[in-house]
């Protein structure tokens, strides 16, 4: 875990990169409006767990390149709010959506500048980088399109949106630490970033807020769209406002769900996740501990 001074300090580097990359005086105040509202960097730590995890020492490179994923990651978060009409509470949702779409594209490009400047402008990282990053805007755009799939489309869409994002951030440390990339890292690291998901959805279904909440492709959907009892179908009625406003006060979600058994279903899918991802830390040239380090850190609630 990061303490407070070093999430002090990413904060103050995507500040400070804004303030000197940013001339447009209107659209630096707009970004650094966007940034203040972060308080938490979980792409931060995992990159930065990586680069202590292989050796890595310099903390002033770390912190640098931790601020750079961030801001990347806050440009599409901003993209995916506005695509999902989602976090009406966020800056962004509260103004022009043109500008702000403008404004994350803006984000992204100069953050992409960033952390390249911070690697040496490596091309085969470069590659990597942007290989991710397509990747993952392919699984927004399959999650976009609101279709109904089977359990292995909708892994197969967390792997490509959630898990590539993952996987930069953890691939990104270890090269800054070692000046490599780790192809184990990178693939233990997407099914961290699909369990991680779907605990998220799973979270959703009871957030009427939350955009992810109308989405009827999510795995979660996918395993009451096989209607293994009547719960499941209580349960997609409730889902797409079929049920009675009356009926609705008063419908149990949480009972429903384990009577359902999509509960047990999500808890086992994020097990099997993270299982998955045990079984590849194992394979890395580490000793125990680093590895053992890396585990917990990568598990804790």
């Not at 691939?171 to 099914?191: H, M, P, Q």
């Not at 009625?237 to 009577?259: R, Y």
Request: aromatic fraction near 10%; hydrophobic fraction near 40%.
């Amino acid at each position: 875990m990061l303490n407070y001074l070093e999430n002090t300090k990413i904060k103050q580097n995507m500040s400070d990169f804004i303030q000197h990359a940013v001339r447009h005086h209107d659209l630096q105040k707009l970004l650094l409006e966007f940034t203040d509202i972060k308080n938490e960097f979980p792409f931060a730590q995992l990159a930065y767990q990586h680069y202590e995890a292989f050796g890595g020492q310099d903390k002033q490179a770390i912190t640098k390149l931790a601020a750079g994923i961030e801001l990347l990651i806050l440009s599409a978060d901003i993209l995916d709010d506005i695509e999902d009409q989602d976090n009406d509470s966020y800056p962004w949702m509260n103004i022009d959506q043109g500008i702000a779409i403008n404004a994350s594209a803006y984000l992204y490009t100069k953050s992409i500048q960033f952390i390249i400047s911070i690697c040496e402008n490596n091309s085969q990282l470069n590659e990597r980088l942007f290989n991710l990053i397509m990747m993952s805007m392919e699984g927004q755009h399959e999650d976009l399109r609101y279709e109904n799939r089977t359990e292995e489309e909708c892994l197969e869409v967390l792997h490509k949106k959630s898990g590539s994002l993952t996987a930069l951030s953890s691939v990104l440390g270890v090269y800054l630490a070692t000046g490599e990339i780790n192809s184990t890292v990178e693939s233990y690291s997407k099914y961290f970033g699909v369990a991680a998901q779907i605990s998220n959805d799973f979270f959703a279904l009871f957030s009427e807020k939350n955009g992810d909440f109308k989405k009827t492709q999510t795995l979660a959907f996918s395993y009451l769209n096989r209607h293994f009892n009547a719960a499941s179908h209580e349960l997609l009625d409730f889902f797409s406002d079929k049920t009675n406003d009356s009926c609705k006060q008063s419908f149990q979600l949480k009972p429903k769900l384990l009577e359902a058994g999509l509960t047990q279903y999500m808890v086992s899918m994020r097990e099997i996740m993270l299982l998955k991802m045990r079984q590849e830390i194992e394979q890395l040239d580490l000793p125990k501990t680093k590895k053992e380090q890396l585990y917990a850190f990568m598990t804790k609630e």
